[in-house]
């Protein structure tokens, strides 16, 4: 008789959602309804995965963002960063809420321009400005935030082609006490760069020095970071003024504000270590009213803030694929919504629910996506109900990035909806469909037939 090959036993804890010894159990409640529209209906009429998106959360955001830096400063303006999120439906309620338009490529510079925000209210960042791009910006009196010697050489040179008057600002980038520094935008403050460029600028003659830029990073959980910023920048225009007598019109403290969402291997969640933004305000606005600018000079205070005021309003509602159990006994629930939608996966721990009632069992999971590629890990360890095959769950806080950075790959991007003030709902994108991505390509004719 052949003996049989020894196999583990695989003993898995599922979590009845009683209570213990170890006290009440964490019950994961559905997420059903958006705005009071039910999430069940949306995936009827617009398909599975689904972005969804809240313009009341937009449009509620914005205005406590705004409350908390106006009722502190006396000129502030917000600028929409559209790379975080440049869909044209988003990027209009920011714009009709009174925010001008932060862009960093000629792409966005074009969209800015075609969704009607005047040339004058576009701020251009970003390291790819083509001479092109300049002129357009130039000619159209946009403010230019130069990132660079070789750009600032080339706006100096365009400036003496054509009559228009360069505004201009330079992009300072510095030590603000955080780890790792951002130094590969714009110009050091500590080695005085950041003060060669504004030299330089002040004696061509043929610029408009108008302004100071800084961002300092991204996901910032410090506030006394954006002090140390605002702190320097503040410096910087004291000296303008005391050498050239020149007095700057703006301060921009760029974005990088938290948000809600919880980064991998933090050990609080986000909703209770971020920083509000009566926080943040709190650290900019005393340093510029504390420092040596005389108070009738004070500049307009410009943010950039991007995810702090998109995440919320943002989720991505799907259908659970299948289960599985991995080769050591891990339940795995594999869901139709991967990294390609999902970009922010890689560094969040998303939340995600059920949107229909579940049973209280829970157990340890991995959520993986549909692709074809083992880094499509949506969460790699969660306590979660038992769904099902074709049960359906939502993930919370992600306007930011996920529709900028999304790919085309293995599977089509989804339609994406918004569900305006008066819970109507709108297709803001559609769904990608095999024709939509063959219109882009052509065959060379000797490649058009084949005999297999």
Known sequence: MEKLAFERPIIQRINAGLPSKHGISRKLEPISHIDEVPIKSLMDEYGSPLFILSESTIRKTYKEAYRAFSSRYPNVQFAWSYKTNYLNAVCNVFHQEGSWAEVVSGFEYDKAIANGVPGELIIFNGPDKSREDLKKAINNGSLIHIDHFDELYDIIHISKEIKERPKVAIRVNMDVGVYPK???????????????????????????????????????????????????????????????????????????????????????????????????????????????????????????????????????????????????GRRATIIDAGVNLLFTAFWYEHEIRPIEPISEQTEDTIIYGPLCMNIDVVRSNITFP???????????????????????????????????????????????????????????????????
Do not use: C
Request: hydrophobic letters at 40%; zero cysteines; glycine letters at 8%.
């Open 386 to 452: 038992l769904l099902k095959k074709g049960d359906h769950y939502v993930i919370r806080r992600v306007g930011a990035y996920n529709n900028t950075q999304w790919l085309q790959f293995i599977n089509m991007r989804p339609n994406i909806v918004m569900l305006d003030v008066d819970g109507k709902t709108h297709l803001i994108r559609k769904a990608e469909t095999l024709e939509t991505i063959n219109n882009q390509e052509v065959t060379p004719e000797h490649l058009r037939s084949f005999n297999l």
């Open 182 to 328: 951002w130094d590969r935008f714009g110009f050091n403050f500590e080695n005085g760069e950041a003060w060669d460029a504004l030299n330089r600028i002040m004696g061509s003659k043929n610029l408009d020095l108008i302004g100071l830029h800084t961002h300092i990073g991204t996901y910032m959980m410090t506030t006394e970071a954006y002090r140390v910023a605002a702190s320097k920048l503040a410096h910087l225009a004291v000296s303008l003024e005391r050498k050239h007598g020149h007095v700057i019109q703006y301060i921009d403290l760029g974005g990088g504000f938290a948000s809600k969402n919880t980064l991998r291997g933090a050990y609080y969640p986000g909703t209770d270590t971020a920083p509000s933004f009566d926080d943040f305000a709190e650290a900019i606005t005393t340093a510029l009213m504390n420092s040596e600018i005389k108070p009738s000079h004070l500049p307009m205070l410009i943010l950039e803030t991007g995810r702090a005021l998109i995440d919320e309003a943002g989720y991505l509602a799907g259908t659970v694929l299948a289960n599985k159990r991995l080769s050591d």
